[in-house]
């Protein structure tokens, strides 16, 4: 069965940086798009980023643009989040999700998700 499973999460200090990892299984990636959401303490599950997987393009939201990048290894099945510069508002619990074909920033259109990792941003 479709499977994703986060890791990496944890504390870090403002203007550090964090590597997660979301690894698939159960599906063919090249057939999906991939994306990454957070849900900080009292706010709505937001867009983060995603990726075509086939065709490795990207789209990333204003808030984390030139801060966090989208990788993915195809040997391992794995899409990482690169991200940098911390700041406290980044503080969320990360989600990874997939979906059928072409990417899209509305996390209904996503139909499975991973258990989410926690990023703690703070001194």
């Known amino acids: 069965q479709v499977q994703l499973v986060e890791s990496g999460g944890g504390l870090v200090q403002p203007g550090g940086s964090l590597r997660l990892s979301c690894t698939a299984s159960?599906?063919?990636?090249?057939?999906?798009?991939l994306g990454w959401f957070r849900q900080a303490p009292g706010k709505e599950r937001e867009f983060v980023g995603t990726i075509a997987w086939s065709r490795g393009a990207t789209d990333y939201a204003d808030s984390v643009k030139g801060r966090f990048t989208i990788i993915q290894d195809n040997a391992k099945n794995t899409m990482y989040l690169q991200m940098n510069r911390l700041k406290p508002d980044d503080t969320a619990v990360y989600y990874c999700a997939a979906k059928p074909g072409t990417w899209a920033i509305d996390l209904e259109r996503y139909a499975y998700w991973g258990q989410g990792t926690q990023v703690t941003v703070s001194s």
């Open positions: 159960g599906f063919v990636l090249d057939y999906y798009a």
